[in-house]
Every structure is written in structure tokens, then in C-alpha cells.
């Protein structure tokens, strides 16, 4: 009989259904298309490639904000560093500003700012004025003040120190520069891209952890669920449900008979007999039941089959080699009988899988009940 308050909406896709024969490998329902997926799986997967990612990714993205974001700016230049023609447009501002105001001390520093460039530039302008009846002479008042041009720029009488360090700046005044503030902003932005790969990385991994839930623990599921028969008339020593998935490679159950006294009585279980097709998963077309009594010499097997292997003479007469062959019907049971043990198989569920293999030829799943008696 079949159970109608079984559930058989897996959380994992049938691995039939999308399988192709000509492949080895289960064809994408969606039917093809670029799977980044596949791209990035060994990426993510690997912690050093994963590594070499982040920081080749955290060095791009550091030159783009370098360079095209937030490029490089310098504000407030020391005069020594300006180009030779702003130079002379400042010797030339510190020259009208000490013929305004004559403030030796102010009008030495702003000089020694241009440092060793200071001199040449003086001469230069000395050279460029020279025909200027009005700047020509303020130029000339200011190195015959400062004896500049011929003493390598020091003031004949300033009242300060020859050794007074030059500031860099026009008045005195640190330059500034933005340098600083963009290396330390490109490289809180590869650390956040940094962190965020981590991070991908960790919830990457803590995904692939079996959440979801494999065949053999669904059909522990199905046997959970399914009823057993009631013996309540002639109850037996032991009682079981088994359950087949597809996908379930390794399905191979067994069971420890023991007397009510806790006595061992033997073993019984089932196994895969036969499957059809090539590749995985294996779609399997009959099962082995067995019993065995520790009291027998033998252990007594039978073997259930699906519809398309049991009409196939050629498939039946193999298998006879292993047990007795029956044809899985729902509901059926099939008897097996040894010297001091009486089992019985009786199947409570069952649904035949579909694809490019003849009908009814594997089990898509089936749930089976093992009663011992003892003789």
C-alpha cells in the first residue's frame, strides 16, 4: 500500500532527471549557458588562490582610486620645488613685497625658501630687469640690500642668524601634501575588499558543510514515516523499515537478530543485487534480501526485482544465481525460512524512476519491512 502522508519533495534536485546517457556528468536542467559558478568554485575553494585574488583585486583597485579617483595632488610646494619659472614669479613677489614693506628677518626667510636655487634666481631676474625702469631698480635695491646675488643669497644685514633653517613655505608655513591621506585611504580600501572576500569565503565554506540533506538520510526519513504492520496477534522478535533512495550508492542494511532474552540469533539485511544503465547514480534494478541463522549452515537470500528486469529472461536467469527472484509489487511479501528463523518482506512503498531507460526498469525508492519470528 502507498503512503499518502509521505513526503517526496526532496530539497535536492533528481539526480535522474537531467541525466544524460551520452555524458558522464548530470546535464544542467536549464540546458546549458556559461556557469560561473564552475569559474569560481576552485577559486573560492582554495585559500591560497583565494589569497593571491584579494590582493591582486585590492591592488587594482588601489591604482584605479590612485590614479583616476583620487589622484595625486600637491598643494602648498616649497618654492625650492616649484619649476624655474615660478621661481622668478616668486623672487620677483619677494622683492615687491620688501620694497613695500622692508622687513629684512620676513624678506630672508622667503628668500632662503628657494634654497639653492635662491642665488640663480635672483641673477636671473637681475637679467631679466635690467631695461625695466621701474622693476629693474627695485631688483637691484634688493640685492645690493641682501648682497644677495654675490654671496650666495645671505643678507649683508638681516639681524638673523646665517644658520637659521629655511622653512619651506612662502611665510614660513609646512607644505601639505595629500600623499599620506591617499596611501592610508587605498589601503583601508583593500583591506575592506580584504575582509569582504573573507568573509565570502567563510559563509563559502560554512554552505558547503552537509546542510542539505543526502539520499540515506532522506530515506531514513521515509522509513521514519512509514507504518508498520501490526503483529499485534502474533508479534515478532524484531521489526524494521528500510528505505532505498536513488542516489544512495552505497545502500547496504543489516540488522542484529536477538531473542527477548537478549540472546544473538543471527543477522538480516538488504543490499543492491543489480543495476542497469552506466554511470552515476546507479540506477538499481533489484535488490537482495537475506537471513542469517547462526543455528544454519547457509544463510537462505532472495531477490526482489523491478518489473523490466524480471520480464527479461536474460537478466532473470543471473540473478537466479544469487537467490530466489520475486517481482517487487507494492504491498507483496516474499518469505524467507531457515532452521530456527522466519522472516518476512513485505514492501510498504515503491516508485520507479524515469529517463532514457526502459520503463520500470530501476527504483526511484522503495521502503521495505523486515519481521523476524522465531521458530
Known amino acids: 500500500m502507498a503512503f499518502d502522508n509521505m513526503d517526496y519533495d526532496f530539497d535536492e534536485q533528481d539526480p535522474i532527471m537531467g541525466y544524460d546517457e551520452t555524458e558522464e556528468e548530470p546535464v ?13 568554485d576552485p577559486i ?13 583585486l585590492g591592488l587594482l583597485i588601489g591604482l584605479v582610486f590612485a590614479w583616476v579617483v583620487w589622484p595625486v595632488q600637491y598643494v602648498d610646494a616649497a618654492p625650492a620645488d ?11 613677489m619677494v622683492v615687491d613685497s620688501f620694497t613695500l614693506v622692508p622687513d629684512g628677518p620676513l624678506a630672508r626667510r622667503r628668500f632662503d625658501a628657494l634654497g639653492e636655487s635662491g642665488p640663480d634666481a635672483l641673477s636671473t631676474l637681475i637679467e631679466q630687469t635690467s631695461g ?13 640690500s641682501y648682497n644677495a646675488a654675490g654671496s650666495g643669497g645671505q643678507p649683508a644685514d638681516s639681524g638673523v642668524p646665517t644658520d637659521a633653517a629655511a622653512t619651506p613655505g612662502a611665510d614660513g608655513e609646512t607644505p601639505v601634501r595629500s600623499t599620506s591621506s591617499l596611501l592610508l585611504m587605498a589601503c583601508g580600501v ?6 569582504g572576500l573573507g568573509a565570502f569565503y567563510f559563509l563559502r565554506m560554512r554552505n558547503r558543510e552537509p546542510v542539505g540533506k543526502t539520499a540515506a538520510m532522506r530515506a531514513q526519513e521515509f522509513s521514519r514515516q512509514a507504518e508498520q504492520t501490526d503483529y499485534s496477534e ?3 522478535i524484531a521489526q524494521w523499515m528500510t528505505t532505498y533512495l536513488v542516489g544512495d550508492d552505497l545502500f547496504d542494511d543489516s540488522f542484529s537478530i536477538d531473542s527477548m532474552n537478549g540472546e544473538f540469533l543471527g543477522e538480516c539485511g538488504v543490499g543492491i543485487a543489480d543495476t542497469i544503465g552506466v554511470g552515476e547514480p546507479k540506477r538499481v534494478s533489484a535488490f537482495e534480501v537475506w537471513l542469517f541463522d547462526k543455528n544454519d549452515i547457509q544463510t537462505v537470500t532472495n531477490v526482489l526485482l523491478s518489473e523490466h528486469a ?5 537478466i532473470l536467469n543471473r540473478l537466479r544465481a544469487k537467490g530466489e527472484p520475486y517481482l517487487a509489487l507494492l504491498g507483496g511479501e516474499i518469505e524467507l525460512i531457515t532452521k530456527t528463523l522466519r522472516m518476512v518482506v513485505r514492501v510498504m512503498d515503491m516508485d520507479y524512476g524515469t529517463g532514457h531507460l526502459p520503463e520500470n526498469s530501476f527504483f526511484q525508492r522503495i521502503t521495505l519491512e523486515l519481521a523476524v519470528w522465531e521458530l
Do not use: T
Request: charged letters at 10%.
Open 28 to 40: 544542467s536542467p536549464s540546458g546549458g549557458g556559461f556557469d560561473l559558478s564552475g569559474l569560481l
Open 44 to 56: 573560492v575553494s582554495n585559500p591560497l588562490y583565494l589569497g593571491v585574488g584579494a590582493l591582486v
Open 82 to 92: 616649484l619649476h624655474q619659472e615660478f621661481q622668478l614669479d616668486y623672487m620677483q
Open 132 to 144: 625695466d625702469p621701474v622693476l629693474g631698480p627695485r631688483v637691484n635695491l634688493f640685492a645690493q
Open 190 to 195: 583593500v583591506g575592506v575588499v580584504v575582509l
Open 234 to 236: 502474533n508479534p515478532p
Open 310 to 314: 524480471y520480464g527479461d529472461e536474460m
